[in-house]
Every structure is written in structure tokens, then in C-alpha cells.
């Protein structure tokens, strides 16, 4: 159980600290990641945010 408790809280710890999608911190993020690891949906939100 305290295992559970401890990846949970680490789980909303990492989504805390990642920059809100269409944030210019993430389109830099984003910029710098390979092309080739955008999921589908990371791809339409940088289209949408960071180039149109």
C-alpha cells in the first residue's frame, strides 16, 4: 500500500512540474524534443499552439 501512496505522489509530482501545453516553455520543450517521439496529440498541440 505505502508503495501505491508513494508512485501516486510521485506520478502528480511530474505533472506538476511539466509546462503547461501551448506555454512558450513548452513549445521550446517541444522544439527540442526528436520528431520522432511527438505522439499524435503532441503534434496537433504544437500546430496549434506554437505555429498557428
Known amino acids: 500500500m ?3 501512496v ?3 505522489l ?3 509530482l511530474l505533472v506538476s ?3 503547461e ?3 512558450p516553455e513548452w513549445c521550446a520543450q517541444m ?3 526528436p ?3 511527438w505522439t499524435a496529440t503532441e503534434a496537433k498541440d504544437f500546430a496549434k499552439h506554437c505555429i498557428f
Open 10 to 12: 510521485m506520478s502528480f
Open 31 to 33: 522544439k527540442e524534443k
Open 6 to 8: 508513494a508512485l501516486v
Open 21 to 23: 501545453i501551448g506555454s
Open 2 to 4: 505505502k508503495k501505491l
Open 17 to 19: 512540474c511539466a509546462p
Open 35 to 37: 520528431k520522432g517521439d
